[in-house]
C-alpha cells in the first residue's frame, strides 16, 4: 500500500471520526489519533508536525477569545436577555418573530463568529420559542443556516476567513469592499428561502406576554465588553493587525471586568470552555501539512492552473462551488486549510482566494457535517432533546446552499 493511500485513509478516517463521532469520542481524540498515525506510519517527522501546529497559532488564539467571549454571554444571561427582547418585539406574530431571530443570529454571527451563534444563541432561542408557545425547529434552523450565511461579513466572523487568507488578510476597507455586497447577497436569499420553505410551520399567533430577565452587573459588563471587543476588532482589522492576540486579550478582559463586576471566580468561566476544539484544530493543521508534505496540494494547484487556462472567466466562481460542496466531505476547515495551502501555491488573486472563502464559509449549508458550527448546532439541539436528522436538513440545505453560493458568486463580480 502506496504512502498516498495510507495517508488518505487517514485523512478519511480522520474526518468521518470528527463529524459521525462513533462511540461518542469527543473530535479532538480522532485528530490526535490521525497525528500519531501519522509519526507512525513515517508520513509526518516532528519537525513537520510542530510546524504545522505553529501554523495555527493565530486561529487558536481567535477560537479562544470568542469562546470566552460566548461563554461569558451565556453565563451572564446575555443572550436570553437579547432573544427575549426579539420576542416581545414580535408583538404577538410568529412570522415577525422568525424575522427578528434571524437578524439576531446575524448580528451575533457577524460579531462574534458562527460558532457563537451555534452554541450560544441556540438554547436562547429554543427557550424564546417555548415561552411563547412557537414550534421551536423553524426557528432553531435559523440558527445553523444563518451561522454561515453571515459568516464573511468580517475577517472575525468565521475562524475559517482566518485559515483562508492568512498572512494575505486584508484591511477592514478593502475586505468589506470585496465581500459586504456578496454578503448582504448570501444574507438575504437564505432568509428568502428559509421563509419560504418554513412559513407554514410558523405560527400567525404567539403568546406576547414574556418576561424578559433582568440583566445582572456581570450581564450588562459582559454587553459593553462585547460591543468593545466588536469595535476593537474592527479597528484591528483595519489596521491589519493579527486578530487572534486581540482577540484573546479583548476576551481576558471582558472575564476580569465581569467577573469582578459579579464577584464571581474567573476560573469556573475558563474551565467552562470547549479547549478539545483546539487540539482538534492543531491536529487538523498537522494532518493538512502531511498532505502538503506529500505532493497534494502541489497536484491540487496544477488542476486549478489547468482550470485558469482553460477557462479564465469562470475559473473562481467554479473553484468556489467545489470548495463548497468539498466542504460537506471534509468539513469546512480541513477543507479550507487544504484550500489556502493551494492558494498559496498559485500565488492566487485576491478575487480567486475571496471566491474560495465564499464557497468555504456558505458550502456548509447544504449538510449538518459541513462546518464545526453546525456540528455544535446539532449537539445543542440534542440537549435540549429535539432530533432533527441530516436528511431533513439536507432537503432544506440543497435549495438554500446553492441559491446563496450562486448570488455571493456573482454580487463579488460586482463588488470586483
Known amino acids: 500500500m502506496s504512502s498516498n493511500t495510507i495517508l488518505w485513509a487517514i485523512t478519511a478516517i480522520t474526518m468521518l471520526g470528527i463529524v459521525v463521532r462513533p462511540w461518542r469520542l469527543p473530535e479532538a481524540v480522532w485528530a490526535a489519533l490521525a497525528v500519531a498515525a501519522l509519526l507512525i506510519f513515517g508520513l509526518i517527522d516532528m519537525a ?9 497559532a493565530d486561529v487558536y488564539l481567535f477560537l479562544a477569545g470568542m469562546m470566552l467571549l460566548a461563554e461569558l454571554g451565556r ?16 408583538d404577538g406574530s410568529g412570522h415577525r418573530l422568525f424575522l427578528l431571530v434571524y437578524l439576531a443570529g446575524t448580528v451575533v454571527t457577524v460579531l462574534l463568529s458562527n460558532d457563537a ?12 420559542a417555548r415561552a411563547v408557545d412557537a414550534p421551536p425547529v423553524p426557528y432553531l434552523l435559523i440558527c445553523a ?25 486584508p484591511g477592514l476597507a ?9 454578503s448582504l447577497g448570501a444574507i438575504v436569499v437564505t432568509y428568502a428561502i428559509l421563509y419560504y420553505r418554513l412559513r407554514a410551520g410558523l405560527p400567525q399567533v ?13 450581564g450588562r459588563v459582559t454587553l459593553g465588553a462585547l460591543a468593545g471587543t466588536a469595535l476593537l476588532l474592527g479597528a484591528a482589522s483595519a489596521l491589519r493587525l493579527p486578530l487572534g492576540p486581540v482577540t484573546l486579550a479583548a476576551g481576558l478582559v471582558a472575564l476580569l471586568l465581569a467577573s469582578v463586576a459579579a464577584r464571581v471566580s474567573p476560573l469556573a468561566a475558563v474551565r467552562a470552555l470547549s479547549w478539545d476544539v483546539l487540539l482538534m484544530v492543531a491536529g487538523l493543521f498537522v494532518l493538512i501539512e502531511a498532505l502538503q508534505a506529500h505532493g497534494v496540494v502541489t497536484a491540487l494547484a496544477a488542476q486549478l492552473q489547468r482550470l485558469q487556462a482553460a ?5 473562481d466562481g467554479i473553484a468556489g462551488a467545489v470548495l463548497a460542496l468539498a466542504c460537506n466531505l471534509f468539513n469546512n476547515l480541513p477543507a479550507g486549510l487544504l484550500g489556502a495551502a493551494t492558494l498559496d501555491h498559485v500565488a492566487a488573486d485576491p478575487l480567486l482566494r475571496a471566491a474560495a472563502l465564499i464557497g468555504i464559509d456558505l458550502g456548509p449549508n447544504l449538510s449538518v457535517s459541513g462546518s464545526l458550527a453546525t456540528i455544535l448546532w446539532l449537539t445543542a439541539l440534542r440537549r435540549e432533546g429535539v432530533q432533527f436528522s441530516a436528511w431533513r436538513f439536507l432537503k432544506l440545505g440543497v435549495l438554500v446552499m446553492p441559491a446563496s453560493l450562486l448570488a455571493a458568486l456573482l454580487l463579488l463580480q460586482v463588488a470586483a
Open 311 to 315: 477557462e479564465p472567466v469562470m475559473a
Open 48 to 56: 513537520h508536525t510542530v510546524a504545522g501546529v505553529a501554523r495555527g
Open 206 to 218: 404567539i403568546r406576547r406576554a414574556i418576561a424578559v430577565p433582568a440583566l445582572s452587573t456581570g
Open 75 to 90: 453565563r451572564h444571561g446575555v443572550f436570553d436577555w437579547l432573544a427575549a427582547h426579539a420576542a416581545r418585539a414580535a
Open 174 to 182: 478593502d475586505w468589506l469592499a470585496l465581500f459586504l455586497l456578496p
Open 117 to 128: 451563534t451555534a452554541v450560544v444563541l441556540t438554547p436562547a432561542v429554543y427557550a424564546v
Open 145 to 169: 443556516f444563518v451561522a454561515n450565511a453571515g459568516s464573511f461579513v468580517l475577517p472575525v466572523s468565521n475562524p475559517a476567513n482566518l485559515v483562508v487568507f492568512g498572512e494575505h488578510m
